[in-house]
């Protein structure tokens, strides 16, 4: 099936709302999208991305479809990126930023390739307006992890990064830092692939904030590891230079507070590695020893064979490590995204065919915090339920 047959079916399943005047909200919702300056298309489409989303909610959850909360979530689509309408006079070419912000603000299970380019070719209009949207998702995190289908805040984190906007840099440091799940909540495994490229793309050469974020015992590990990982981007880039990573590395490793997180622990030691750990083999290898690190993620037969390998070969193959630099192409980066892939669409297209009213049997339910039945001893968020 293709993204133009699908994108075709969940648009007309809008229309036929739209001509039934059933919900009501619907109709409602775009009148309103189109009087604040949003073309018609692009209010159907952020219907339909709302439609699909409170679908797939129905399956994933076994319930039936609710209007009111999908009312509700209609009633959120444009208030964040309201437009003027004196300054909404575009043609078919042209789009204001506000504009090209609407139409990806939500995700409508197509990439949206066009707008961002053109995003990108007005950089200096839109930076503005990329950190407002950061900044946003910062200072209210519940309600964007909450709201279904909701990207904006994801394009905005890696365009500033590409475009290597340094007042990002403390509101990354923020959101990486708010407590428990609520980063990985509202950016999902991309702060996980990403977040240590996005800090090293934004810092300059000032590392401070991320080593308050490395050090901050009330972050997540997983953030926190974030950061420790820019350090290595950083040295490996030469934007620090290796010997000073090398010796907060040090310091860090002999930390009691970081001693007693074997994740974090084993975080620090694949860094080591990206770097080459000779400077701190001993202080690895006594990690080990008194089996402090997670070896799961990393054992010390990978340290030995970095020694091996020899620090020229290590820091060139760290150098060519996609997962170790720059934040350069947004597109690149985020196109083959599941969530945009045909068989992504084509499963949730198989899922329109089931009717809400239909009676499911409940399975019992892993907690995102129960250990993982894998029995690899991490959490189930962090393991299979990826």
């Not at 079916?9 to 039934?20: F, G, R, S, Y």
């Not at 990403?194 to 793309?201: D, F, I, K, N």
């Not at 597109?331 to 599941?338: C, F, K």
Request: net charge negative; glycine share 4%; with cysteine.
């Amino acid at each position: 099936m293709s993204n133009k047959i699908l994108k075709s079916q969940m648009l007309q399943a809008v229309e036929n709302q739209m001509k039934m005047n059933d919900p009501k909200c619907v109709n409602s919702t775009f009148q309103r999208l189109v009087a604040e300056g949003y073309t018609e298309q692009t209010a159907k489409e952020m219907i339909a991305a709302i439609l699909v989303e409170q679908m797939d909610f129905i399956l994933k959850e076994n319930v039936k479809f609710n209007e009111k909360e999908y009312e509700e979530r209609l009633n959120s689509l444009g208030r964040e990126l309201v437009l003027d309408n004196d300054d909404a006079d575009f043609d078919e070419t042209e789009h204001s930023v506000e504009e090209l912000l609407g139409q990806i603000a939500y995700n409508t299970g197509c990439f949206p390739k066009e707008p961002i380019e053109e995003i990108i070719c007005k950089k200096e209009e839109a930076i503005p307006f990329l950190l407002d949207i950061l900044r946003k998702t910062r200072d209210n995190p519940e309600k964007y992890r909450d709201e279904y289908g909701y990207f904006a805040h994801i394009y905005a984190a890696y365009l500033l990064a590409q475009f290597r906007v340094k007042e990002a840099y403390p509101i990354l440091i923020d959101i990486l830092g708010l407590p428990d799940d609520l980063p990985y909540d509202l950016f999902g495994d991309s702060i996980l692939e990403a977040g240590s490229r996005m800090l090293a793309s934004v810092c300059e050469s000032d590392a401070s904030l991320i080593k308050v974020l490395a050090e901050n015992e009330e972050a997540d590990e997983y953030m926190r590891g974030q950061a420790i990982e820019a350090l290595a981007i950083l040295a490996l880039h030469n934007v620090l230079e290796r010997d000073e990573v090398v010796a907060y590395y040090k310091k860090l490793i002999n930390e009691p507070a970081i001693m007693k997180s074997p994740l974090l622990l084993a975080t620090l030691v694949n860094s080591c590695c990206d770097i080459y750990p000779k400077e701190l083999y001993d202080d690895i290898k006594n990690c080990y020893e008194e089996a402090l690190v997670d070896e799961s993620v990393i054992g010390m037969d990978s340290v030995d064979d970095a020694m091996r390998l020899g620090k020229d070969y290590v820091l060139e193959d760290s150098r060519n490590n996609i997962h170790l630099e720059f934040i350069e192409d947004t597109i690149a980066e985020l196109e083959w995204w599941a969530c945009f892939e045909e068989t992504y669409k084509n499963r949730i297209n198989a899922r329109q065919i089931v009717k809400s009213t239909q009676t499911i049997t409940k399975l019992p339910k892993i907690g995102r915090n129960d250990p993982c039945l894998c029995g690899s001893g991490k959490k189930y968020k962090k393991c299979c339920g990826k």
